[in-house]
Structure formats: C-alpha cells, structure tokens
C-alpha cells in the first residue's frame, strides 16, 4: 500500500508524465483505478512511477480501433492518477489502484522511454480539480438520472443496490456511473471533458437516455 497524498497546487505536479492508453478506460479526479500491468513496457512505466512521483496518466486512442502496438494518436485531454495500492502477482505482473488527481491537456508527446509514451503535461486548465469544495453545491438531476439508470441497467443486464446508490453523495454517484457503465469511447470522453460535475452529469443523463430509447422495440427486425 502507498500513502494518500493531497495535492493542493497544480505546481505540485509534474511537467512530464508517462501515459497509458487505453480505448474504453476513463478514469476522473477522485475515482479510484483497478489495473492490471502485465506488458513489459507498461511494468517499465509502473517501476519507474513507484520509483518517482507516482503518477500515471490515463488517456485514450483518439481512433478506438487502432493497434495498440504502435503510438496511435490520444485525445488531447486524459486524467493523471496516482498509484495508491499496488502488489506484484506470482506472474510477475502489477495490481495497481489509481486514485484520479487531475485531468491534463496534451501539450506535446516526447520520445518513449523504456518502451513506453510520455508526454509534456499542462495540468493549468483543470486546477479546480483539486478542489472538492469547487463541487460542492453543483446541481444534478438525480431524479432523473436515477430513472433512466435503472432501465439502462436493465437493457444492459447489470445489478446495483439501488439503496445505496441513492444514498451515495452526487460526485461520488457520476464519478463512479460514469467510469463503469459500459459507454462508448467516445462518449467516455465526452464525460471526461465536461467542465463540471453538474455538466457531467448532464452529459451522462443524455448518454442514457438516448441508449435506452434507441434500444430495440419487441418484433423490431424480427421475420418469421
């Protein structure tokens, strides 16, 4: 296990950071991570991050179907995370937990090291994100997201307590909805770029609402 650690100013953090590029995978301030590392020059980015600052910033492949193998092109925006939990499997493979800090707009992409992508980081449009105060009092529609969520979850076969969901605090509810539901790439990024928790939770109400009423209609294309 590794410490929490507060950053309370974007001059904390640093200009450089490796990146991990994942279609699918979004991660925001405050969420917390689960991964697995097992390709050799990800376990290279991991040593050298326990081995530094512990930070890692997650992104996506602005082209969702393009070979991982190569340097595909990111989206411009990802999410720095810290490691805070990690464990080594008897495989020799890495068990992370990262903890979101901030979101960073890609200024440039420098050359690999070890094998794996970094980039020149600037963190100075998302400083709020390191404030949960700046959350405090946004406005969501709960009502109406928690209505829409159950039929979604429904449509994609998926469970929750719904006690405890209504119970959960707002940002801790989008953050967490918006990190596991199974959206597209690119509405994920969509979600990432929303300025603020009541703008995302904006975006995500309409990311189910329209998943939900596009959904198949009983018969619909059904021959006989």
Known sequence: MVGPRSYTSIDQLP????????????????????LRIFEPRYLAMTDDAIAGDRLIGMIQPADPAASLAGAPPVYRTGCGGRITAFSETDEGHYMLTLSGVVRFDVREELPPRRGYRRVRADWSPYAADLSEAAEEGASIDRDRLLTMLKSYFKLHGLSADWDAVRHTPDERLVTSLAMICPFEPSEKQALLEAPTLAERSQVMTAIIEMAVLDRPKDGDGARH
């Not at 995978?25 to 969420?31: D, Y």
């Open 15 to 34: 200009e450089i950071l490796p990146i991990f590029p994942l279609p699918g995978v979004l991660l925001l301030p405050r969420g917390k991570l689960p």
